[in-house]
């Protein structure tokens, strides 16, 4: 908010001000500089980060999201959607007013974005599992079907992630292995197609109906220590970074909610590394997902992988230099 000028003075844990999308002499904008919210007590208008960009610059929140990652310094990883408007590459200010909303000179801003491209050749408690409840059931899973050999994943993380064969039920003809919430409890199982041919009809990936994935991250309960951690689409990309010794969670999809954010800031992370997969939709997804991150005082690094490029199945060597460059 401060890119935008707005004139607020600072009480406790707020910013107040005139609020920037109303009329008003009174003063009823309020930021919560903890919980990273505005709210006008006038016209009612609230949100974080992504939504005051939106509002005020009448754009969905898809290209809030956008635009917060451009002017971060993401540069061409950020693409406009097509039939969206040409917006200027810096955000307006209103009345021409000094950027600093506290006028105390502090440097407010998120740690930093950093890209990355690997070229050509290769404080409240976070309530984001409260609509998974608890599971009690236990699959019977085979840990030493020939896919798991095939696919190269150690026997020890098998165990360490309870991946196994599933021949009966919801997963049948799946690897399957549990999701926990970020309390470590156990809220679902996923299963993953054990062939490189996928039935018609069938997806890749499955889960319970009802499961809520943009109430989760999986595998944070693991890694809540951890400071840095990289960002990937699915599970089978970090069991392949657990097995490099980097910590590492999933979106379960290519989109970030957030609930998804806030768990991330709750465990305590102070540098996130996104790493979709190396495609279109992935390159696309990993600007919007950033720009979402950005909302919170995080350092945001994005990786782009060579064409067809998925964490899980990259040479260690490349893998690892990519996400362990020095900085």
């Known amino acids: 908010m401060a890119n935008y000028g707005l004139e607020l003075e600072r009480r406790g844990a707020e910013l107040v001000g005139l ?9 009823s ?14 016209c009612r208008a609230k949100g974080n980060v992504l939504d005051f960009v939106a509002r005020l610059e009448e754009v969905s929140i898809r290209e809030a999201a956008l635009l917060v990652a451009e002017w971060s310094g993401l540069g061409e990883e950020v693409k406009t959607p097509p039939g969206a408007r040409e917006r200027p590459s810096q955000p307006r200010r209103k009345n021409n007013l000094p950027p600093d909303p506290t006028g105390d000179g502090k440097d407010r ?5 950093e890209e990355s491209d690997s070229g050509s050749s290769g404080a409240a408690e976070p309530t984001a599992a409260e609509g998974n409840p608890p599971l009690e059931l236990e699959l019977k899973l085979d840990p030493d079907h020939p896919y798991l050999d095939e696919r190269g994943i150690a026997r020890g993380t098998r165990e360490t992630f309870g ?11 799946r690897v399957a292995f549990p999701i926990h ?3 470590g409890r156990k809220v679902a199982y996923c299963g993953r197609w054990a062939a490189a041919e996928i039935p018609e009809g069938e997806d890749r990936y499955k889960l319970p109906k009802g499961f809520l994935k943009a109430e ?34 999933a979106l379960l999809g290519s989109t970030i909610s957030p609930g998804q954010c806030r768990l991330l800031y709750d465990a305590g992370t102070k540098a996130v590394t996104v790493l979709m997969d190396g495609d279109e939709p992935g390159r696309e997804a990993a600007g919007v997902i950033a720009g979402e991150l950005l909302a919170y ?7 782009r992988l060579p064409d067809g490029a998925e964490p899980d199945t990259m040479p260690e060597t490349e893998l690892r230099a990519l996400v362990q460059r020095p900085r």
């Open 19 to 27: 609020c920037p999308f109303h009329e008003e002499t009174k003063g």
């Open 29 to 42: 904008f309020r930021v919560n500089l903890e919980k990273k919210v505005f709210h006008c007590f006038g």
């Open 109 to 113: 801003s998120p740690r930093g974005v």
């Open 163 to 173: 991946i196994g064969y599933c021949g009966r039920g919801l997963m049948r003809g």
């Open 181 to 183: 919430d970020h309390q």
């Open 216 to 249: 989760v991250l999986f595998n944070l309960h693991r890694v809540r220590e951890a400071h840095h951690l990289v960002l990937v689409e699915g599970p089978f990309s970090v069991f392949r970074l657990h097995e490099l010794g980097i910590p590492a969670v």
């Open 297 to 303: 005082p995080l350092f945001v690094r994005v990786i």
